[in-house]
């Protein structure tokens, strides 16, 4: 897996103060995108041993809520093994710490992947340029939803987050 950034102290990409992984790779390249750069699958640079630890030393701050995968796109199919793994060792170390996600894709084609163990919220959706509405709440276009992972696997339909 590569990456291009780990942002500190971040508050605009899931709720309290977050640590945010961008990925590398996203197949969706929607129109007018934030992040392009990040499509490349090979751009970035190799998620290793000291940018784990990185995100671990962010983790470890009482007053950090969690860690947001972003991206790109993290389930893009050459990250999910590791975005898994990663996501996996996080929530096994930090219990009481969210994981939130942002994928291209719909809840639908990703509900039954081996990461939704793990993650608390995801939004799903590509982002679509037309549907942008600044007013909303950790998306960007309005057919993007933030869904509470185990509400939604609880109850069997998708459950939004309040």
């Known amino acids: 897996m590569r990456y291009h950034n780990i942002t500190k102290d971040d508050m605009l990409n899931g709720d309290g103060l977050r640590v945010v992984l961008w990925v590398a790779g996203c197949t969706h390249k929607c129109k007018n995108c934030q992040n392009p750069i990040t499509w490349d699958i090979h751009g970035g640079i190799e998620f290793d041993e000291a940018a ?4 671990e030393e962010e983790m470890e701050k009482s007053y950090i809520s969690g860690l947001t995968l972003s991206g790109g796109d993290p389930l893009h199919p050459e990250n999910r093994k590791e975005v898994t793994e ?17 994928t291209g894709f719909s809840w639908d084609e990703v509900d039954d992947l081996p990461i939704m ?3 608390d919220v995801v939004v799903d959706g590509e982002y679509v340029d037309a549907l942008r509405d600044i007013q909303l709440h950790w998306k960007g276009s309005s057919n993007q939803r933030v869904i509470d992972v185990a509400k939604t696997r609880q109850q069997g339909r998708v459950v939004l987050w309040a």
């Not at 990663?86 to 942002?102: E, G, H, N, Q």
Request: net charge positive; no cysteine; glycine share 0%.
């Open 52 to 55: 784990r630890k990185e995100i």
């Open 117 to 119: 163990a793990y993650v």
């Open 86 to 102: 990663l996501a996996k060792s996080l929530k096994k170390k930090y219990p009481d710490k969210t994981i939130w996600m942002y």
